[in-house]
């Protein structure tokens, strides 16, 4: 999602006359666009600005600007700590930002705030259609940061991945801190399928993924679009945070454990090729080792292609940061991440090498240290052998060997020689 926002605030920008600076020493502007969902990447923004504040005794015209979840409807508070910075601006409010530089610079900002579909997108690149989370999860800042759910329109939503498509985009991720619940605030009410269904009209558009699920909004309607629409991917990210019954009912997620399991079943057994994916959190206030051990055994039954695993951090303002004493110590966290992942390691391991022989259609999407990558339908990260292909080009590929995290693709691999893999 933050990505998705700095894109669009660079359109603002740019419109004004301002260059993109790589450098963050030279910048006359510098925007520091942060996540407060862990402990580590708030002090990681708190570090930075300290750094700036420093720099900016020296450059006292530069323009030093704060959006995203760190900052909540009020922030005075952050005014006092950071008086280095010029404006504060919530997630999605790129107003502020872009009337300040304006005044600063004396450029004019008219036109600057409409359509900001980015110029030059990735070929796979990131599309908010709602902003915002009811939930309230007893761990989570984020519906206090970024507000209640707002869905955006189905038709604008189509006009804007249209001209994504149009500037060379492939492949759209479908964005909300909620995805499932898309559109129903909006009237007449839709849902996820619907949008899904309509940009999958988009000709040249290949692939449709969509960000973050919640196992109560998962709908029957959606799975079976999943199923049913040839450009959206066979993956689903569903986290499941915590896999025992008492800690989920603490964190105040809606469902039990086996609600879970019948949810991942009815996936399985509607979308038989599905990839799998998922979020856990350890260490949450009071989790005994056998509420943990539950979700072990829950990672063991389910066996997901990708666990994204955190230690509890208590976000201050959240229900839990006031009423759940954070009971585990920092070792044992730390011990329970490592046993996690671990075992998603071997998992992974497991999954990705029983893969090798078979061929995927891969989407090239970027290059790292000389070579092509791309992703499968299903999410599996390939990197490739051979030559041939552009970004952007959709190649059938044989996967020749792999790893926990990533997959090795051979352009050149024939029939004979995934049959030869397949033997050995």
Not at 285 to 302: W, Y
Request: hydrophobic share 35%.
């Amino acid at each position: 999602m933050n990505v998705a926002d700095s894109q669009r605030l660079d359109v603002s920008l740019e419109r004004m006359g301002l260059e993109r600076e790589e450098r963050i020493e030279a910048a006359d502007v510098v925007v520091v666009n942060t996540c407060v969902v862990r402990q580590s990447a708030e002090d990681t923004a708190t570090g930075l600005l300290g750094r700036l504040g420093k720099e900016k005794l020296d450059d006292p015209d530069r323009v030093i600007a704060v959006m995203g979840c760190m900052v909540g409807p009020d922030h005075t508070d952050l005014k006092r700590r950071f008086p280095q910075v010029d404006v504060w601006a919530r997630p999605q409010e790129f107003q502020p930002i872009v009337e300040t530089v304006g005044a600063r610079t004396g450029l004019s900002i008219e036109g600057c705030l409409a359509n900001l579909t980015p110029n030059q997108p990735d070929v796979a690149t990131f599309v908010p259609i709602v902003h915002g989370c009811d939930k309230f999860c007893t761990f989570c800042i984020i519906p206090y940061r970024r507000g209640r759910e707002m869905s955006r329109p189905v038709e604008e939503l189509f006009e804007e991945v249209t001209r994504l498509v149009e500037r060379g985009v492939k492949e759209v991720t479908l964005l909300g801190q909620n995805v499932d619940s898309y559109g129903h605030d909006l009237r007449p009410r839709v849902d996820l399928a619907d949008l899904m269904e309509r940009i999958h009209e988009i000709d040249g558009l290949e692939r449709i993924r969509f960000l973050t699920s919640h196992p109560n909004d998962m709908s029957r309607r959606i799975i079976r679009a999943i199923s049913d629409l040839p450009k959206v991917c066979e993956n689903v990210n569903l986290p499941f945070q915590a896999g025992d019954d008492r800690v989920l009912a603490e964190m105040r997620r809606g469902y039990t454990s086996g609600q879970f399991m019948e949810r991942i079943d009815e996936i399985r057994d509607t979308i038989p090729n599905v990839t799998l994916t998922t979020d856990l959190i350890v260490g949450f206030p009071g989790e005994s080792d056998a509420e943990f051990d539950h979700s072990i055994r829950l990672l063991e039954q389910v066996r997901f292609d990708k666990v994204h695993s955190a230690a509890y951090s208590e976000r201050r303002g959240t229900y839990a940061s006031r009423r759940m004493p954070d009971t585990v110590s920092r070792d044992e966290k730390k011990r329970r991440l490592r046993v996690v992942d671990d075992l998603q390691a071997r998992i992974q391991s497991e999954i990705n090498a029983d893969l090798v022989g078979q061929h995927f259609d891969i989407l090239v999407d970027g290059e790292t240290r000389g070579r092509l990558r791309g992703r499968t339908r299903g999410d599996k990260l390939v990197y490739l052998t051979g030559g041939g292909p552009a970004l952007g080009d959709t190649v059938t590929t044989g996967i020749t060997g792999a790893s926990p995290w990533s997959l090795e693709g051979d352009l050149r691999a024939t029939q004979t020689q995934k049959e030869l893999v397949k033997t050995k």
